[in-house]
């Protein structure tokens, strides 16, 4: 922060000082004459104003540093005192994290290709994305040998993923699967390059709103005995963690959606159950996996387990060898991983007490693949929520453990919401589809646990980025969300309102269980002149 | 020269620093001499106050007090860049200086927060009466007869230098 100098201080600054100035030395010496030409005004009431209104600038300053609804209204924030003001309620704000994912790389040879740390990728709008490692795709290399394997595309071209990571933070490289992207470094027989699967973990620094809501749980004290004290105490262990916690939501004795307290012959609630629903992504989060499938019978495969941390649902399962991205027709299923043993915790299978939790493993059957062979390499990628296992060893660890609840850490399930629909902008001004489509997309993803997304709220976004007018006709902006259940169904919502307690109780699903989230490319606003 | 020899008392009246120790007594044609300030320090009221406020702002120059730049005029800084060509133009520029000193003075004398002022004390005018320009000494010397609400003249001599 610069020093504050006599040259900052107005002139109404320092008229306002003299005035006092002059009004306490006469208080004290009526039978001064302070008026303008005297010496006494030129030599003493004129040098001690400017010094009192030097410092009284330099206290005003103070104390905007000091106050965060001051810092607000400033408008233009200094992020370095805003982060010391926060600092006072013990809240550090996340500065926003790197997107990554999983680039398929075309080639032309089937030769040995070696990408160093940096070969990077761009998008047409420039987003720019890089490797972290070095990467060597060869034809023979096989899992675990530290190289990646060149595909033959059987068209006398090749492939290889990579994964990525953006260049700068934020949510805008969270890129949609599909997204052509071309080599900015040199590679030999470069023929293109696309997003295999949609880009994850990009997110935006958090916003002063979203910082002073979270004043109340900062300055709770943190254990394990009430919400606000269980979500104090996960955010003072992960705020400052690759998976910081982007929202909670705690479900205890007798909460709709809370089953597990129901587990006696009686079927009544009783206490000692608490379910901790936690988001560390803001933006969905996907992760890839290559899964060896074994042919099951004709153009059908069981594919090796997938675990992945907080799996909520599978995205979508390519054929690797092949140039396909749609996917094949599954069927996947939850079930406890083997050998997870759950002594401390009352998880019934049947009732899916285990689905989105860390001791839950998904069976997968491909089904409708042509070219039967024995085994089958498929690229699986899977929504989930990084850190849920984590944060259950935490919840479990000695020194925090309930000593008389059952705590279970789960992931919430994903409303995951399209939206389609027109923008009017008047003659003569611009609204950007792309700019339209970013800010609703934001919302959608920053709204944590809450339980109803309408229309309504979508068109304020899309007015406040210059539309004139939004279609809200039955023809015009659609919403429509859908929710995989804890049976493994999906079930949808849609209207002018999606309410996530609207759902069917056999979904399993309740507001507080579930957050709602958009991919980039779910999102389509058209921007067309009135 | 028309002026009004003294008596008054000035007993309880507000009092500034002396600074023009040869204006003490206002029963003639006085020579008002900054350089002359004293330095043992003397509280001044009354004309005497008056005339030294007058001075001090009639040799201002505008834009050099912070915070108070509409102060003074561009009489003493011409003077010293020899760039009055002639006595109609250093009479223009003495008649702006002085109008602006004694609008200034009468704004605060105006103002109740200051305390309520003598009609004695409060300049209505000051006219220029005569210029006198020393060549030996580079001196030009203003003449100015000074009009109070109470209906008194009084006249003094403002001396200027025109080299440093």
Known sequence: MSEITLNDISDEQFSAAELSVISALRSAYPNLDLRLGTVLRSLLVMPDAALAALNLARIDRLGASMSLKRLEDGGDIDQAVLSSVLANFNIIRSVGTKANGVVRVKVVDGRTYVLEPGFSFSTISGLTFSTVEKITARRDAVTGDGYVRLFDNNDGTYHFLVNVEASDIGSKYNIQAGTQLSATSYLYGFVSATANAAFSAGSDGETLENAKNRIPVELSHRGMSNKLAIEAQLRDRFDTTETPIVAVSVKGYGDSGMTRDRHNVFGVAVGGHVDVYVKTSEYPHVSGYVKTGTLSGTGTYELDDVESDGMYAVSGISDVAGAQIGSYEFEETRKIAVGDATPLHDIDETANDHVRTKWQTSTIVVTGVPDATETRDFSVTVYDMPGISEIQDFVDSHDVKSVCADVVVKAPALCLVSVSGKAYRTSGTQLDSATVERAVLDYINSRGFNSVLTRSELASVILSCGASRVDMTQGGLKLVGRVLGLDGKWYELSGDMLNIDDLPPESGVVSGTCVFAAEPGAIHIDSTVV | ?164
Not at chain 2, 122 to 138: K, M, P, T, V
């Open chain 2, 1 to 164: 020269m028309n002026f009004v020899p003294t008596t008054a008392d000035y007993t309880d009246r507000q009092v500034d620093i002396e600074l023009l120790k040869s204006i003490s007594e206002p029963v003639a044609i006085k020579r008002v001499h900054p350089e002359t300030a004293a330095t043992t320090p003397r509280a001044v009221a009354g004309i005497q106050k008056a005339v030294q406020r007058y001075a001090h702002l009639l040799l201002s120059t505008i834009d050099d007090i912070k915070f108070k730049p509409e102060i003074g005029g561009m009489l003493v800084t011409s003077l010293l860049s020899g760039t009055v060509s002639n006595s109609g133009y250093m009479t223009h520029l003495f008649i702006l200086a002085s109008s602006n000193a004694v609008n200034t003075m009468n704004s605060d004398d105006n103002d109740p927060s200051f305390g309520a002022i003598p009609d004695d004390e409060y300049l209505e005018r000051a006219d220029l009466s005569n210029i006198e320009i020393d060549y030996a000494d580079g001196v030009v010397s203003f003449e100015v007869v000074f009009t109070t609400r109470a209906g008194t003249n009084y006249t003094y001599v403002v001396p200027v230098p025109t080299e440093v």
